[in-house]
Every structure is written in C-alpha cells, then in structure tokens.
C-alpha cells in the first residue's frame, strides 16, 4: 500500500469513527438507524476488498462496535429489527474475512502473471519489457535525487559457435548459467535483464563514485573464472564483452544511456573478445579537431541530433555505429586523416534532417505511402541543408547530400551514378545499409548479420560499389577472428 493509499484509509476510519460517535450519542429514528447502518455494512465489505488485511481490520472493529451497540439498544427496547440489524453486522464480518481472503488470493495471482511477465523464460531473469520500464522508473529516480545511474550492456563473445556445436538445448543451459554469473557478480539492488538473443543488460542505481569501474572488472573476472571451469566454451572461445554509460557524467537523457552502453559495447567487440569498455563521447572529440565557429555549430547539431532521438530512438545510436563502420572502410582504403574526420562528422550527421519528418511518418509500422515515402526521400536534403554552415569542411555537403544515391544512378536525390557519387558518400552508403540491416525498426525486424552480409554482396555495383563492400567484409572477417 503506497502513501496516499494509507492516507485515504485514515481519512476514511476518521470518518467513520465521527460518525459511529455521533449516531451513538444521538437518539435517531429507527429508519434512520436501519439505512446508516445498511450502507455501512456494503462500505465495509468494499474497504475488505479495497485494502486487504487493514481494510478487513477496521471493517472488523466498527461491525463489532455497531453489532454491540444495536444488541444493548435491542435489548432495552425489544425491537427485533435492532437484533436483526446487529446480526447483520457480525455476519458482515464473515463475509469481510471471505472478500478479504479471495482478493489476497486474486492480487497474488495478479502480481505472479505481472512477475512472470516480466521475466524471461530462458534465464530466469528479467526480460526486454521489464528493462525499458525499470530504466524508465529508475532514471526519473536518479534526476529527482540528483544521484549516478548506470547502464551495462554484455554480449557473449561466440555463442553462436557454442549453439551451432551443442545445440539450442545446450545454449539455453549456458545462457542461463551466465546469468547466474552476472547476478552474482552485482550488487543486491542491481537490475540483471536478458536483453535480447545472447546480449545481456544490467541497471546500476545509486553509483558512488568509481563504483561501476569495480563492478564491470568484477563481472569479466567471475566470468572468465566460469569459464575456466567450462572446457568446451574454453576451446570455442567463450567469453564476453561489456560496454557501459553513465548518467549525468556521460549520458545527459535515458535514450542516450542506451544508445552509448550499446556503442561502447560494438566498440568492446571490435577490438577483440573479453572486453570493456566505456562510452566516449565522439562528438567531443571531433569538436577538438574544428575551430571555435564550428565547434560551437557542431555541439548545436548533437542537441538537434539529440532531440531527433526523441521521435525515433533510433537515429542517434544508428549515426554513431554508422560511423564506427564507416571509419573502418575508410582506414582500409586508405583516406587520408582529414578525409577520414569530413567521414565521421558526415555518418554522425548523415540524418540530422529527420528533424523535418513528422514522428508518424518515421515510426510508421505499416507500409509508407507513396507520399510518404517521397517525403523520406527528402531527409538527405535536409540534412545538408541544416549542415551548410560547415559546409567548408572539404566534402561534408556532398557526403551527407549523396548518401542514399546507388551506384547503378536508381538512387535520390539526384539519380548519380557510379564515379560521380564522391567515395565518402558511396563508403557512407555501405555503412548506412549494413546498420539500418541489423537494427529493429517499426516496419520490420532486424536481419541476422549472416544476412546483412548476404545482401552488401546481392547488391554489389547495383546500390553498392563492389570495391567498398569488399573492403568491409575483410573487416568484418578480420573482426570475426577476433571474436
């Protein structure tokens, strides 16, 4: 029972006590009598079930006050309607019991549907659904108190070899035994959820400060030393990675929390297995490497990135992994320093102007029109619109503009074709699809990476050049080596 619960029931037993008092002291007509008391006796047996074992309680005094009171006035005046009326009252209280033991009985059924709602069935501990409403609750918590809230997320490094050795069967079983490990390796009031698939995702509260720094090494040394006991994941190359965010420190909304746990995450996975690693801010870094007009400018486009994420969650982690690949690609064909900085500010800006597509259109589940999709078609434009101020960092412009042509000249906005699309774009191209592939989004789900991978290599020199897709598929290939 919450506080303002308890108060209403105090109020309400004031009530009721006042007026017991009052209809014992006066002399009231026996109509009176009979429809106060009527009344009383439903109210009761509604406060029973209303609040349980406290409502049972007072119904259970004032039935017996009011059946004591009518049995001594009955037997000074002999009417038989004051005994039925005080027998009334002491049979209320059976049947307050009654409705008190069947609604306890209901509340606790209902809590175990909502308690198993809300965990997964794999593991045993809490799912998905429950990880968005605990953040939620646990985030306006740490803004109110002004107190530190962390976010971890972990992904086992080659469980897909481990299920297709042993089978699914066998998976679940080492799925659940690593969440036993990450259970035991956070603090009591931390918050163990099963992400998705073999990816994990823990909600710190209340941090002190380097708290979270102890508590993820604590959780990569328990696992290895669970692993060491597990010979076949050992010679598979079981372990895991970690990414983690912290708010206010690093992430200023809860969006942002997610988004930069999952970025330090990939980050964790790309430089090898058995990793941790802590999100950084990447558009404080680029700033470094602008002048103070731009800078200024460029911290101004993070805030508008930032308040796209609130009508699409999407975009901005999508822009950060974006450019992680994209940067990749780059450094594999060998762009020079600066080219590869006009690259990451482009992919970390490519769809800053979704700013101008309403929410409706963007996480609409159903299949666009036509018009809306020509209104989608115009993000690219907009984009480079909002970006012009920057326009003299080298090829920004054309970047962000020419991002969604093709290489067969069937892309937007302007239809180029192959050579004439500038290679940032065409780089930005191959790194925009391959994300927007892996992640959820309201019309569909994600693709295995497998079939990522599968339709960069159908779409070779019709939306893509072959040239790029090659390059990322070695670094993806060298990537899966080291996972």
Do not use: W
């Not at 999709?373 to 434009?381: A, M, R, S, V």
């Not at 326009?391 to 969604?404: C, D, E, R, T």
């Not at 339709?455 to 070695?474: A, H, M, P, W, Y």
Request: charged residues 25%.
């Amino acid at each position: 029972m919450n506080k303002s619960q308890k108060l209403i029931l105090y109020f309400i037993t004031l009530a009721l006590f006042t007026i017991n008092l009052f209809m014992t002291l006066i002399e009231l007509p026996l109509q009176v009598i009979i429809i106060f008391s009527n009344v009383e006796i439903i109210f009761l047996l509604f406060i029973s079930y209303k609040y349980l074992f406290r409502g049972f309680l007072i119904a259970s005094i004032f039935n017996i006050f009011n059946g004591i009171h009518l049995y001594l006035k009955y037997m000074l005046d002999k009417d038989l309607i004051l005994f039925q009326m005080a027998f009334f009252h002491f049979i209320a209280i059976v049947l307050s019991s009654v409705i008190y033991f069947l609604a306890n009985k209901q509340q606790k059924y209902v809590k175990a549907i909502e308690a198993n709602s809300y965990l997964d069935g794999v593991t045993e501990v809490f799912n998905h659904r429950y990880f968005q409403e605990r953040l939620d609750t646990e985030f306006s918590k740490a803004k109110r108190m002004s107190s530190v809230l962390g976010v971890i997320f972990l992904n086992i490094d080659n469980f897909k070899r481990y299920n297709d050795t042993y089978g699914h069967r066998l998976g679940d079983v080492f799925l659940a035994e690593t969440a036993e490990v990450l259970v035991d390796a956070v603090r009591s009031q931390d918050i163990v959820c099963r992400y998705g698939g073999d990816t994990f995702a823990i909600i710190l509260p209340q941090l002190g400060n380097e708290e979270i720094d102890y508590i993820v090494n604590n959780i990569l040394l328990n696992y290895q030393n669970f692993i060491k006991n597990k010979m076949p994941a050992q010679e598979l190359g079981i372990s895991i990675s970690l990414g983690y965010s912290v708010y206010p420190h690093i992430a200023t909304i809860k969006d942002e929390l997610i988004s930069q746990a999952d970025t330090a995450l990939y980050r964790a996975k790309q430089q090898g297995r058995s990793n941790i690693k802590v999100y950084r801010d990447v558009f404080n870094e680029i700033k470094l490497n602008l002048n103070q007009t731009e800078s200024q400018l460029f911290i101004s486009l993070k805030t508008l990135l930032g308040t796209i994420s609130a009508k699409d969650r999407y975009t901005l982690g999508h822009s950060e992994r974006v450019m992680e690949y994209a940067l990749s690609i780059g450094k594999e064909m060998r762009l020079t320093d600066e080219e590869l900085k006009i690259l990451s500010i482009a992919a970390l800006l490519h769809d800053i102007g979704k700013i101008e597509i309403p929410q409706d259109v963007l996480n609409k589940k159903e299949k666009l029109t036509n018009e809306e999709f020509e209104l989608i078609k115009k993000h690219p434009i907009y984009s480079a619109e909002i970006i012009q101020p920057l326009a003299n960092l080298g090829k920004l412009y054309p970047i962000v503009l020419y991002h969604h042509e093709r290489y067969d000249g069937r892309g937007y906005p302007k239809g180029l074709k192959g050579e004439d699309i500038p290679l940032e774009a065409r780089i930005l191209s191959v790194a925009d699809s391959f994300d927007a592939m892996l992640s959820d989004r309201p019309y569909r789900k994600s693709l295995s990476k497998e079939k990522a991978i599968e339709e960069l290599k159908l779409g070779c020199n019709t939306q893509f050049d072959s040239r790029i897709v090659e390059s990322f598929l070695k670094i993806l290939l060298k990537s899966e080596g080291k996972n």
